[in-house]
């Protein structure tokens, strides 16, 4: 039988690394997408290699409509069709109140983690519509908890984005669900990732947020991979259209 393909963009770093090394240990093949982060991605790649699975590191700016067609077109052509896909690449940018923060912030983070977001969805639905030989199609979205707490004086327009991310993912999985494939999305909490030092501008933001999470620590990048892994794989066969937050009972 053969292995399913899956593409996870912002595959280099912090979640999606995570999402691309457990999802090789379970027997899926890999197209593990960045930015610029090439020599981290050849590392997941190695990861994901090492673990008995195909995989490539495939560069392309997950904001810009033609390097998302091209990545979806170039994992395709070295791994063959593919069957899953996890769109996690996102930013936040630098932290401030609304009142003091630069269009060109706001602009930046909407452009990846919005419209980024929803041509990323679009490409997949096109593939995995396409992919009349897989068992089982899913695409998972990477929200946030932010949706909903809003993130008051640290980035809403960032809460905003996910916001769009809960919407973009009810709808598809509406419009999807017929055709075979399930739509859904994890929110993590606070996880710790180089987001919060690098796009974010904190590099204490979990040392400080850790106390207010009911289970008092961040979530590390595996334990949010786990659940991406229950949604894209037949385990979750009958779920489809849900936010599934992973946030430590934040
Ligand atoms: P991270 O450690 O900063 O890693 C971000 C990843 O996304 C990197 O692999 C980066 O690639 C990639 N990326 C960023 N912009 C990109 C672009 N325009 N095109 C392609 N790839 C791009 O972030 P993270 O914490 O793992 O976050 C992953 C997702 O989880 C994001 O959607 C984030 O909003 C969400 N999330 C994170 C947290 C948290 O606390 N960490 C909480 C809730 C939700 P390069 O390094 O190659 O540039």
Redesign the pocket.
Known sequence: MSRPVLLV??????????ICIMAAQRGYDVAV??????E??DAVVAACEAAGARAVAL??????EA?IVRVFGEAQAQLGPLSHVVS?????GKASPLAQADAAVIRACI???VT?AILVAREAARALSANSAAADKALVT?????ATLGSPGEYVW?AAS?GAVDTLTIGLAKELAPAGIRVNAV??????????A??TGEPGR?ARIAPLVPLQR??T?EE?AESVLFLLSEASAYTTGVILRVAGGR
């Not at 996690?88 to 936040?92: E, H, L």
């Not at 990477?142 to 932010?146: E, K, Q």
């Not at 929110?187 to 919060?196: K, N, R, V």
Request: hydrophobic share 40%; no cysteine; glycine share 14%.
């Open positions: 963009t912002g595959g280099s770093r912090g979640i999606g690394a995570a997408n960045f930015q610029n982060s090439a981290a991605a560069q392309g700016d997950m904001a810009v390097d996690n690449a996102g930013v936040t452009d990846i983690n980024g990477i929200s946030s908890a932010a960032y996910k929110a993590p909490g606070i996880t710790e990732t180089d987001i919060h690098l796009s979990v961040a979530a990048p949010i």
